[in-house]
């Protein structure tokens, strides 16, 4: 089992991310945009291609925009002939920014973004952690996971989704993760719980097969019990905290 | 200014202070900034379940060590021009302190300095930055904790006309930060602020007189009173005391006492757990109830431990002063006991005052 993640101007998050995969059984090999570029055929090697969170060329013309741009003009049929095989694709924040940007979440047609996301309600950048309900398991990323409480980080995170489309998003059922309030119900849309009034609660999308999963939550940053705000207070003191699951089904998966 | 009459009563004082700017919780800072970057941030800014704007942070960098990194900071510009020696002194003292109440080894921590002054070409401020140099050489030569790095700018002056066109120059006062940063050598080292159901609540440290440029002071009136002092020597032993009791994990909780005093280092503990505090105000030193509760003297910690600890705190401490000021309760009210009076509010009427809004933001 092999990942490879991608790294180059901005995305910051590369380490921890291949961190989590190592840790859960992968091997794996942080690689530049521009290497990759240059290689592209390398990725025939991995069985999960990882976009970290970060600020990809200062998000400049949208977050995850620029980068999209480059993957698309550079590596689309590379990374649409990794989406044919049985492989996964993984998008944390900015990464998946430049998922949406691609189109390959949802995934609905070949080209082209379905959704966009845009600045918060609240027009600043958040960081805070959130509750998120798990909808659907057919994507093995969220395998046997109902809840999960992770951080988000961002400044653009709103998913705003045309009618057309959220109706066949929701028959596809799509929406992966929701954000919900301390009670597992969906937030409503209600600040802090939605924390940049992303439609329908939405924090994370997946593709129709199930195998792209983007998200706006950083589970790398959630993955051992340290890493939750009061753990220092928790009773029982597991050695993970939610976002290793994600991990560890990706690890399932292959095994 | 409100006049000290019986009718201005403690928890009405207390709300004033919880609620002025230098107190309120920094929240919407710390929602602003990327405090999670690269998944290291460990104790994070917003502590406890009453999310309380912790002074003082830790981050566990390297995944296969078990060492963490605390920072903090501290600065008292209120009292540059009262005295600009002890203002260093306080400033050296409280970052370094926050560090050692994090859990920090004490011999792995350095300093930095950041110096904005004001009119440097003037013999009395001078003056000022020369007593602050001063007492940077003296404490942390004491303390063994070399300043690493620092900055300076030395001309924070305004100069212009005001609306009836006269001359006017705003200057900034005198300001030191310094900016500390240790090593805490094992994850379970670390503390927490809130303290743990019927837990017993010490103040370890000295409270005196010195309410002079209090946050106390800021609003209400105060007999003769001083600014607080550094007694380096009695501090070091009591940082190194600390830092043994807390390396046999003695203490539940522990937060630095800080601007407020001790009256607002309780509340911020309770509203972080969400328990209660039944809090015994010690007659001691001739100290009336707001100068115990807000006189903000230096190297004071505000620790709970559990019941049966209580011996072997007592020997970790034993010569140094410490004084036993309560329990903490399963409810959720905030008591003072003073002579036969008592003063309580529940912590959700000072969990509201302490998140409320700066004005202006």
């Excluded at chain 2, 990327?34 to 003082?56: A, C, M, R, W, Y």
Aim: charged content about 25%; glycine content about 6%; aromatic content about 10%.
């Amino acid at each position: 089992m092999k990942v490879l993640i991608l790294s180059g101007y901005g995305i910051n998050c590369e380490d921890e991310t291949l961190h989590a995969f190592i840790k859960v059984g992968f091997k794996g090999k942080i690689v530049h945009i521009n290497d990759l570029i240059k290689s592209p055929k390398q990725l025939q090697n991995y069985q999960v291609f990882a976009i970290p969170g970060g600020f990809s060329f200062g998000d400049d013309t949208g977050s995850g925009n620029a980068m999209a741009k480059k993957i698309k003009n550079n590596l689309f049929d590379y990374i649409q002939n990794f989406l044919e095989k049985d492989k996964l694709v993984l998008g944390i924040c900015n990464g998946c920014q430049i998922l949406v940007n691609l189109g390959v979440v949802p995934g609905l047609t070949k080209k082209d973004p379905q959704v966009a996301l845009i600045e918060n309600n609240s027009d600043i950048y958040q960081c805070r952690w959130v509750n998120l309900k798990i909808n659907n398991n057919h994507t093995p990323w969220l395998k046997n996971i109902d809840y999960l409480h992770l951080p988000i980080a961002h400044q653009e995170g709103k998913f705003i989704i045309p009618k057309d489309v959220i109706n066949e998003i929701k028959n596809k059922n799509l929406i992966s993760m929701q954000y919900a309030n301390d009670n597992g119900k969906l937030a409503n849309i209600k600040f802090p719980y939605n924390p940049n009034g992303s439609e329908l609660d939405i924090a994370g999308l997946i593709s129709k097969d199930g195998k792209v999963l983007a998200m706006m939550p950083h589970p790398e940053r959630a993955f051992y019990y340290y890493h939750q705000p009061n753990w220092q207070e928790l009773n029982k003191k597991n050695e993970y905290a939610d976002g290793y699951k994600i991990f560890r089904n990706a690890r399932n998966y292959f095994k | 200014m409100f006049d000290i009459s019986p009718e201005y009563s403690l928890i009405n004082k207390i709300h004033k202070i919880l609620s002025s700017p230098n107190i309120v919780t920094k929240e919407f800072v710390a929602n602003q900034y990327d405090h999670e970057v690269q998944g290291s941030s460990i104790i994070k800014p917003l502590q406890g379940v009453g999310k309380v704007f912790g002074n003082t942070t830790a981050i566990k960098p390297l995944y296969d060590d078990n060492k963490t990194i605390s920072l903090s900071q501290s600065a008292f510009p209120q009292y540059s021009e009262a005295d600009p020696y002890k203002m260093a002194a306080c400033s050296i003292n409280t970052a370094v302190k926050n560090l050692v109440v994090m859990g920090a080894n004490f011999k792995k921590i350095a300093i930095l300095d950041n110096f904005c002054w004001c009119s440097s070409d003037e013999e009395g401020r001078l003056y000022e930055l020369r007593k602050a140099a001063e007492a940077c050489y003296d404490y942390a030569v004491h303390y063994n904790t070399p300043f690493i790095s620092g900055k300076d700018s030395m001309y924070n002056d305004f100069k212009g006309f005001n609306q009836k066109n006269n001359p006017i120059k705003i200057s900034i006062p005198p300001t030191l930060l310094i900016s500390s940063i240790g090593i805490v050598d094992k994850i379970n080292h670390l503390t927490k602020i809130t303290p743990e159901k019927n837990d017993v609540i010490y103040v370890l440290g000295e409270t005196h007189n010195e309410l002079d440029k209090s946050q106390y002071e800021n609003f209400f009136r105060v007999k003769k009173t001083n600014i607080p002092k550094v007694n380096a020597t009695k501090s070091l032993d009591l940082y190194k005391r600390f830092e043994k009791a807390n390396k046999k994990n003695l203490f539940t909780s522990a937060l630095g006492v800080d601007l407020g005093g001790i009256g607002i280092t309780l509340i911020k503990m309770s509203i972080g757990s969400n328990l209660g505090l039944n809090i015994i105000i010690p007659k001691k030193n001739n100290l009336d109830i707001n100068q115990f509760l807000f006189s903000e003297s230096q190297s004071r910690i505000v620790v709970s431990i559990r019941k049966n600890k209580e011996n072997i705190f007592k020997k970790i401490f034993k010569n140094t002063s410490f004084t036993k000021i309560g329990t903490c309760l399963d409810n959720k009210k905030i008591v003072f006991n003073y002579s036969s009076k008592k003063y309580s509010d529940t912590i959700e009427n000072f969990s509201k005052s302490y998140k409320s809004k700066i004005k202006g933001l």
